[in-house]
């Protein structure tokens, strides 16, 4: 069964910073690009960032790039997404999600567009 738990959400202050983590397992992590999608209250839902399977190429939205940097540990089966400068509209809930190739296949907003998601975990940002 295919898992994706995210973690390390909470509540900060603007221009703080939060480490996210999303632990995988069910399938060969290693093998497949993933993506982190944010879902803000009263908002569509936006793609954040991605990363290939081999974590040698990133991409991010223009909304975050230079404040969010993504990684990954395959040995670990475990995707990060490293938050800082974070700003009131960061306020989001945050999913992972399993994109079907070994590339970035698509930069979705819309969880169903990827083959599985995790749960999300709440990110506040608010002074």
């Known amino acids: 069964e295919v898992q994706l738990v995210e973690s390390g959400g909470g509540l900060v202050q603007p221009g703080g910073s939060l480490r996210l983590s999303c632990a995988a397992s069910g399938f060969s992590f290693r093998n497949y690009a993933m993506s982190w999608v944010r879902q803000a209250p009263g908002k569509g839902p936006e793609w954040v960032s991605g990363i290939n399977s081999a974590g040698g190429f990133t991409t991010y939205a223009d909304s975050v790039k230079g404040r969010f940097t993504v990684s990954r540990d395959n040995a670990k089966n475990t995707l990060y997404l490293q938050m800082n400068s974070l700003k009131h509209e960061d306020t989001a809930v945050y999913y992972c999600?399993?994109?079907?190739?070994?590339?970035?296949?698509?930069?979705?907003?819309?969880?169903?567009?990827?083959?599985?998601w995790g749960q999300g975990t709440q990110v506040t940002v608010s002074s």
């Open positions: 999600a399993k994109d079907p190739m070994a590339w970035i296949s698509r930069k979705a907003g819309v969880l169903s567009f990827y083959d599985y």
